[in-house]
């Protein structure tokens, strides 16, 4: 027996939802309001738009990025296989060309004979089964609804997300900087602008000194920023040496010119296919354009680069998701109604996604008259879904996959890499019986 699902955001979240619905054999109208309409974020009409860096981390399956990817598959993900797709070199991460990536994207889902994409603005709550994935930039009238619905003033919580630069390849001066990955690991994919002493302690000076664009307060707590994507500027007033243990700690790296470890480093990874474009990793900011220019062309081979974007910072919104959702991303108040994304307080690209896939396969399987599981608490999944409805945790704040999140083995294992990967292998072992012993495991196998 299928139904109709409205699904509200072509996002990361959206995409993923959209997808497990129409595979199985559920009808779905799919709203996206670009290019009518775009959030202060956003620039491209395609769907699966990456608006900040362009690495979904790392791919290794000891790592918890690596573990949330490799559990993601296992449940059908569109947006891994295209992701590996569109991969660009970026050392043992799984960094994509964005244009490509959302392309591709945007393709699978307009070809799929299940779903009718509708690009308008959606200003209310549609009737019957809904999935709202509208992302933490939802329109004013799409998230007045959601006020409404929620009926409660802590139904929202808000921080400020920032992006970094964009320079050209051409634009670098070669001679200034190396290709390296850190600690050898994969190949020579990150170009190296190295610091010595004087010039890292007069690119602090400038940093710290340098003026920020003006930002409109939204509540009354004034601009709040989150930690995972903290402006570099803010994160220098922290003292002088805060950047070099941070995105400028120089461990793992020698600069072949002096033989040396640089005093700081900066990393530039690659942006696109072709290797013409790289941003500047760490380096999200609100700084006026024109300081940017200025401060950032301070680094060590960026003397003369050419920005073709600058960073930027907006506003993000989040549910205060303990007291509003459940584990399976359905609203307690309203069964009817699903969200996913970074709307309901998961940080990062691959967790928006992850979400979308597990709020579509609940909401596929209370259509279908199933009752929903729960995922196991070794995953990865299982343990942001457990995070983000948890009503003990008081100061919600967003939250990324980490291995803290999950429970400890029960012997010590004192190497870490081995540890984290014996971690890995009980979650997808984990993971399989669950599937198994609900009896999903047969349906999501078809669905490769």
């Known amino acids: 027996?299928?139904?109709?699902?409205?699904?509200?955001?072509?996002?990361?979240?959206?995409?993923?939802?959209?997808?497990?619905?129409?595979n199985r054999g559920h009808f779905v109208r799919l709203y996206e309001m670009k290019p009518h309409k775009y959030s202060p974020a956003h620039r491209s009409p395609g769907f699966a738009e990456l608006v900040c860096s362009n690495s979904l981390k790392a791919q290794r399956l000891g790592s918890a990025a690596g573990l949330l990817k490799a559990e993601m598959e296992r449940l059908g993900s569109l947006l891994v296989p295209v992701a590996k797709s569109c991969a660009v070199a970026a050392g043992g991460a799984l960094a994509v060309d964005r244009e490509r990536f959302s392309d591709a994207v945007t393709c699978q889902i307009a070809q799929h004979p299940g779903i009718e994409i509708v690009r308008e603005e959606v200003a209310e709550i549609p009737k019957g089964p809904v999935i709202i994935a509208s992302g933490p930039l939802t329109s004013e009238p799409l998230a007045e609804a959601i006020r409404r619905l929620l009926g409660e003033e802590t139904g929202y919580l808000s921080f400020y997300d920032a992006a970094a630069p964009i320079v050209s390849y051409a634009s670098i001066q070669k001679e200034r900087v190396f290709f390296a990955a850190r600690y050898g690991r994969g190949e020579d994919d990150y170009i190296n602008c190295p610091f010595t002493k004087e010039e890292y302690e007069a690119f602090y000076d400038a940093l710290v000194h340098a003026e920020q664009a003006q930002l409109h307060e939204f509540d009354s707590r004034g601009p709040q920023a989150y930690e995972g994507c903290m402006p570099v500027e803010i994160m220098a007033r922290r003292g002088p040496d805060t950047l070099r243990y941070g995105p400028l700690k120089p461990v793992g790296l020698r600069d072949p010119k002096t033989g040396h470890r640089p005093w700081a480093v900066v990393q530039l990874r690659r942006e696109n296919t072709e290797g013409t474009l790289y941003n500047l990793v760490g380096f999200q900011t609100n700084l006026k354009f024109g300081e940017q220019k200025r401060v950032f062309s301070m680094i060590p081979g960026l003397e003369?680069?050419?920005?073709?974007?600058?960073?930027?910072?907006?506003?993000?919104t989040f549910l205060d998701s303990p007291r509003l959702l459940e584990q399976s991303f359905r609203l307690k108040k309203e069964p009817r109604i699903y969200f996913a994304g970074q709307i309901t307080g998961v940080e990062g690209y691959m967790e928006s996604a992850a979400s979308g896939i597990w709020a579509g396969l609940n909401m596929a399987w209370q259509l279908e008259g199933k009752i929903p599981f729960e995922l196991p608490p070794t995953t990865m999944m299982g343990a942001l879904c457990r995070y983000i409805s948890d009503p003990a945790v008081k100061d919600f704040q967003p939250m990324g996959s980490n291995m803290g999140l999950l429970p400890p083995l029960g012997e010590r294992e004192r190497d870490k890499a081995k540890r984290y990967l014996r971690v890995a292998e009980r979650a997808m072992a984990d993971l399989e019986q669950a599937l198994r012993n609900e009896g999903c495991g047969t349906s999501l196998k078809n669905m490769e």
Not at 304 to 316: L, Q
């Open 304 to 316: 003369t680069a050419e920005f073709v974007r600058y960073g930027v910072m907006h506003r993000n």
């Open 1 to 22: 027996m299928t139904a109709e699902v409205t699904v509200i955001g072509a996002g990361m979240a959206g995409c993923e939802a959209a997808w497990q619905l129409a």
